[in-house]
């Protein structure tokens, strides 16, 4: 990339000099009432910006800053913009020289680069974002196209949507209709990297949430969970979660799609991948969060059953510490809900002894001094869930005695 961009400051350098001295030519031609058509050439922006331009010396012209919007990303808005490009990236010492050499040039010579100059704007002109969404979109709604270039385009578009307006985009595009039908793709890859493109487009953004929703995605990102390709499994839970995070029409799909038994299957089951695990316990803390943020809504039944909470609990005797980690973020909400009940936590669950047990790990852990930091971290966790959980502890038994 370093060198392809060397050669062509390098080349748009020589010839923006050339432009320089050929426009400079063009006004004294002007200012003798002589005709300079096909001698100066310039675009809308820059005719309005010419009483400016007039008034600049060479020194000041060099030190032009360029702006990063200029290079490569959609070519240049004007001659101004890609002349202080090539100056910017361009030797000093060889801008002296070059313009030198060019004030020897002869007019028709300066014409002939004048061609040169148009044919180097349109190489430079590179499609937009929205451009290239459009084409990697036609490419998959190609019949004929190869699996290998299904694959490139969907690769694109997972790069693309990153920046929230390219997300929004999509379905302007037509993008995410095509994305929700590839994921009955009979391959494995399609199907994995289109739940991405779709997971990366809807995090954290309510807009394309709801269009994916709407799209009837969900139940079959739930089904592909199931999959026994590990890799398109975990993709597809991330999407689940990217889609109902924080979205109270989205979570409510989930539960009638029977999303509360997935998790108790993948947290019950030390089958399963532990990516999925942690990505499974991450939904749940999420969960309990929204709905400590949505007190008035009625807590879902997954919540208080007591199997459910016990394959949350077991999780901290994991010897993974970001699961550990994350299964106590998970706890913590869990134990702020109304629904909660602490005595089935500690009767039931072992959630006393867990809390333990894991604080004596993570000892361990700490004479560890790659894993210190880290297990300080979820140490002070551990401290806050101990806490809260005796409170609540405390407060069901003065209940209780009243």
């Known amino acids: 990339m370093n060198t392809r961009r060397n050669r ?25 009432n002589s005709s300079s058509a096909g001698l100066f050439w310039s675009t809308a922006k820059e005719d309005e910006d010419q009483p400016r331009k007039a008034e600049r010396n060479d020194d000041s012209t060099a030190a032009a800053i360029v702006n990063d919007h200029d290079e490569l990303d959609g070519g240049f808005s004007s001659i101004d913009g890609m002349l202080q490009w090539a100056i910017g990236h361009s030797d000093p ?52 196209l190869s699996l290998e270039d299904s694959h490139r385009a969907l690769q694109e578009l997972l790069i693309l949507v990153e920046p929230i307006d390219n997300a929004n985009d999509l379905s302007k595009l037509g993008g995410l209709s095509v994305l929700v039908g590839q994921l009955n793709h009979p391959d494995t890859d399609i199907r994995k990297i289109s739940a991405w493109i779709l997971g990366k487009a809807s995090q954290n953004n309510p807009l394309v949430q709801k269009q994916v929703l709407e799209l009837g995605a969900l139940s079959k990102l739930m089904k592909m969970v199931k999959s026994s390709f590990v890799e398109e499994a975990v993709k597809a839970l991330y999407t689940v979660s990217s889609l109902i995070r924080n979205n109270l029409a ?51 039944p997954l919540f208080r059953d007591r199997f459910f909470l016990k394959s949350v609990v077991d999780l901290t005797a994991s010897a993974d510490l970001d699961l550990q980690e994350k299964a106590l973020a998970a706890i913590k909400n869990l134990l702020q809900l109304r629904t909660t009940e602490a005595l089935v936590l500690k009767d039931f669950c072992g959630l006393d002894t867990a809390l333990e047990r894991l604080r004596q790990q993570l000892q361990e852990v700490m004479l560890e001094e790659d894993q210190r930091d880290y297990a300080m971290d979820v140490e002070a966790l551990r401290r806050e869930v101990e806490l809260i959980f005796f409170r609540k502890l405390d407060d069901s038994g003065s209940n209780m005695i009243r």
């Open 93 to 144: 010492a060889t801008l002296k020289e070059t313009a030198q050499d060019v004030q020897r040039l002869s007019p028709s010579e300066l014409k002939k680069r004048q061609m040169e100059i148009k044919e180097l704007m349109l190489q430079l002109k590179t499609p937009s974002d929205a451009q290239l969404i459009q084409i990697a979109i036609d490419d998959l709604n190609n019949s004929t």
């Open 250 to 300: 989205g979570q409510e799909m989930f539960y009638v799609e029977a999303g509360d038994l997935m998790l108790q299957d993948i947290l019950g089951n030390l089958s399963f991948d532990i990516r999925l695990r942690r990505k499974a316990v991450s939904l749940v803390g999420d969960l309990a969060k929204c709905q400590l943020e949505n007190m008035h809504k009625v807590e879902p």
């Open 8 to 32: 062509i400051a390098s080349r748009a350098l020589w010839l923006m000099i050339l432009l320089m001295i050929t426009m400079a030519i063009g006004r004294a031609e002007r200012v003798n």
